[in-house]
């Protein structure tokens, strides 16, 4: 069952850390200033992705996808140090001005470096040049197939993927609910993970799901 109902939402917020300030800023922004809201990750997904990094402890980090801003700070905040890094991929470039200030205003943006352009261009170079230890996908829904077939050859043994939105509101268990070209591709995305051999994988039913990936 996702966590939708508010209720428990707003139990499990009043039980784990606090949103930090600069944060609960950049939330704020994002619900007056952006379209499509629901796309940042907010409290409750924001201290899972801090406590994942905790607990993985990469020293590079690669997401794909920034929006606000907000997830690639979650993710900085988890690093032992400044001399981890976040590789953060935006395709928007209107959002670079929001993005940035989201940045310049956490203690923590300094360990987030931005790239705006389309992953699927980018991503080669990137994976050339930088040995990443976890990956965040929550970019284009129709591609979660390329990046993930980009990307898995190119990580390490021990590397580990988090991919966002897996469960899609619910529409990858609704037969009538599959005709849509992003549901389409998250369908094919889990199809594919389920079947690989090379990873460990479970799928958390947090907001939209989060697919946690192992590679072997």
Not at 31 to 46: A, D, F, V
Not at 68 to 82: H, R, V, W
Not at 108 to 127: S, T
Not at 137 to 159: M, P, T
Request: charged fraction near 30%.
């Amino acid at each position: 069952m996702l966590t939708t109902d508010s209720k428990i939402e707003e139990y499990i917020s009043g039980h784990i850390d606090r949103e930090p300030d600069n944060l609960h800023r950049v939330y704020r922004r994002v619900n007056t200033e952006l379209l499509y809201s629901r796309m940042c990750s907010g409290h409750i997904q924001g201290r899972l992705l801090k406590m994942l990094t905790r607990m993985i402890r990469p020293h590079l980090v690669l997401e794909l996808g920034t929006y606000a801003g907000y997830s690639a700070l979650c993710i900085a905040e988890g690093l032992d140090s400044d001399n981890d890094r976040v590789d953060t991929i935006e395709l928007e470039d209107e959002l670079e001005d929001f993005i940035m200030r989201s940045l310049d205003e956490s203690e923590y943006g300094k360990r987030v470096r931005l790239h705006i352009g389309d992953a699927l261009e980018l991503l080669p170079g990137l994976l050339r040049e930088n040995s990443y230890d976890m990956v965040y996908i929550d970019a284009n829904k129709r591609h979660y197939v390329e990046y993930y077939e980009l990307l898995i050859d190119s990580l390490r043994s021990g590397a580990f993927i988090l991919a966002d939105n897996t469960l899609w509101d619910g529409k990858v268990a609704d037969e009538c609910r599959h005709n849509d070209a992003q549901t389409r591709g998250i369908m094919a995305f889990n199809d594919l993970v389920a079947a690989d051999d090379r990873v460990e994988k479970v799928i958390l039913p947090l907001r939209d799901g989060l697919t946690l990936i192992y590679k072997k």
